[in-house]
């Protein structure tokens, strides 16, 4: 056993025994639960243009479910809530969250607002990683966000917060060996906001990831090496269709870091992560070992003199509220860069920028649009696609 995986366990029993006890020990009184039903459409127009072709320039038009979402939230007494969603876009079902969440835990050990999280859900990483798809500025998550968020994955969270800060850590499904030896898999996150007043934020964090297997960045596909999602299908399909990113062996693990930083001024807001990745490439080509770079910077405005919401419990940004009936108009310009290493990715970066209007109807509706330009470049050739997205989004 690696020093690495011995270390994984240290930490992970004692994290897995000591929330069981509490949980054993906590007290329950029984209640006919309350379920609040929800659901989200979010319907999207796509033109492509480009792709990573040289020889040939692919061109698409279409009109497709994004996500189709409905779930419920409840409680079954004082301390216990759950949740659950599933997604029916496209041509399967989708489990996305089903987890139960414990907020008690504070009588039972004295330190205020702790909460113990059981079941699929989002692993402590990241800021936009976080952020609920409706609320997110931007139609679609940063390519440098995608490359790296693990997904929703099953697993056990403890989390809090206080007045400026928050904190989490998790341990969550990997792979299981050949031995039936299951490979976990860990993340924690914690943020600081020095400043947060009514018309001014200032918001800092880290984030911390191990992956192992079928764990790592990406876990949709369950694979490192898989290209991330590039703000439009097509732009997305582009790249997994021009063997630009390679997918690398069932045996490969990655350390990611993440840092976060986030400033809100009146209506004025400006948004950025920066993603480290080391990859332990067992068993791929001659190759031990590789790294990865990835970044984003967002800044933002709203025309009619909203702020963003800001959720001081999650350390996450919340949905929009207007101001007026006329709604909340906003703009936004979304740079972002991504370089997957040598081996991932033969030597090609992708730069993509995002510009894009929304429109806030009211809470729970949104139109928005967007025109996406990303480009491949290894030093030799740069590919360009270009999509322009637009949206309708309905939270019900």
Known sequence: MTNWKKARCLLALPMFLGSTLLLVAAPVTTRAAEINLSGRLQLDFEAFSGG??????????????????????????????????????GNAVNLKDAYVKYSGLSELTGIDNLSLTLGKSDPAFGLQAQIEGTDTVALERSPAVNAFKPGDLIGLTLSGYGNNFTYAGGIYEGSTNADNTINATLAFRGTYTPINES????????????????????????????????????????????????????????????????????????????????????????????EAHALYVQVGMFLTGEMRSYDHQTGLFDSVSPNSERGALEAYLQYSYLDLGSDLARDYTIDTITSGLNWYANKRTRIGAAFVINVADNSQTDYVGRAFKARLQVVF
């Open 199 to 290: 018309a001014r934020l200032f918001h800092v964090g880290m984030s911390y990831a191990h992956y192992e297997s079928l764990g790592l960045p990406d876990a949709r596909q369950g694979q490192l090496g898989n290209a991330p999602y590039i703000g439009s299908s097509y732009l997305s399909a582009s790249i997994s269709n021009s063997s630009l990113v390679q997918t690398v062996s069932p045996q490969s693990s990655a350390d990611i870091l993440g840092i976060e930083l986030a400033m809100v001024t009146d209506s004025l807001y400006l948004q950025g992560e920066y993603f480290y990745g080391n990859y332990d490439l067992d068993g791929y080509s001659n190759h031990s070992r590789d």
């Open 52 to 89: 990573f072709n040289p020889s040939t320039e692919d061109t698409a038009v279409d009109i497709f479910e994004r996500s189709l979402r409905l779930g419920g939230t409840g409680e079954l007494d004082d301390n216990w809530n759950f949740a659950f969603e599933f997604d029916f876009a």
